[in-house]
């Protein structure tokens, strides 16, 4: 018994020792790591401490991965959630009214203005010459109204008239536009009695020259009738120069040479299209 405790004794003096020294080191562990962790922070409680910590260490790890986003290309190229349409029009997908609005040459390009109602040239009458001068006396009266003088025996001289008279609407329409910068006339002819689209025809012709400033010259024969019941007669056929119009071109002014006391009367486009029948004019 006695041998049997001496030994116990023994064991334990050589063990407690080395007991007490690993718990000495572990305890110097905890003590050092914990003393690290709470370095240089204020008086709370360690535990608040450590998670704070914890906490921090977390959010410079979120932080250090969301640098290494910024610092990879391939992060940036990620697809976003925005639709193509959101995106704003570029200059080339520009309407085309915006770039009518923006081009001088198409926005100095307005609608022509509405022809007046009325309108009737400021030229100067003269009777004809000679009988069978009505065309060189036609052809003059019109021109005036653009300022162009030009004497009835120039003019006949032109048109090839002779005392049988002028041709056709042909001649005079080359003479005036011999005379006319720009060469604006034309010749319409009446094969016969002219169709309501003649008329119409003859209505827009007149009421577009006499606003350009042009008188129209008409070749006619037979019987007219104008609006104040004045009866006009030339079976073998005359030329008149057409100076206005009113009621937006529905009655014109007539210029007639063959007599000085009734130069001037108005006649209803109708009827001047029934007078020109089988002749022509220029305008």
């Not at 305890?27 to 204020?42: K, P």
């Not at 032109?158 to 080359?174: C, I, P, V």
Request: a neutral charge; glycine letters at 8%; hydrophobic letters at 40%.
């Amino acid at each position: 018994m006695k041998h049997t405790l001496q030994r116990q004794l023994r064991r334990l003096a050589t063990e407690r020792p080395y007991q007490i020294a690993v718990a000495s080191a572990a305890a110097l562990a905890i003590a050092t790591t914990t003393g690290a962790l709470v370095a240089g922070a204020d008086e709370a409680p360690v535990g608040q401490h450590t998670a704070s910590t914890v906490a921090e260490m977390r959010s410079d790890t979120a932080a250090s991965r969301g640098d290494a986003r910024d610092a990879d290309p391939s992060a940036s190229a990620a697809p976003t959630s925005a639709s193509p349409s959101s995106a704003a029009p570029s200059a080339s997908a520009a309407s085309p009214a915006a770039k009518a609005s923006s081009d001088p040459d198409l926005t100095a390009k307005k609608a022509a203005p509405k022809p007046p109602a009325t309108k009737v040239l400021d030229f100067r009458y003269q009777a004809q010459n000679t009988y069978y001068n009505c065309g060189p006396a036609a052809v003059r009266n019109a021109l005036s109204a653009t300022g162009i003088n030009r004497t009835q025996d120039q003019l006949g001289a032109e048109l090839g008239t002779t005392e049988m008279g002028t041709n056709s609407a042909l001649d005079t329409t080359r003479v005036l536009n011999a005379e006319v910068k720009g060469s604006p006339y034309r010749t319409r002819m009446f094969a016969g009695s002219p169709s309501p689209a003649q008329m119409d025809r003859l209505e827009a012709d007149v009421v577009t020259a006499i606003t350009d400033g042009r008188g129209v010259v008409a070749n006619v024969a037979g019987d007219a009738v104008d609006t104040n019941g004045g009866w006009h007669s030339f079976g073998g056929g005359h030329y008149v120069a057409v100076v206005g119009y009113k009621d937006d071109g529905r009655t014109v002014r007539i210029a007639d040479s063959a007599n000085a006391a009734y130069g001037e009367y108005w006649m209803t486009t109708i009827n001047l299209a029934n007078w020109i029948a089988t002749r022509g004019y220029s305008a």
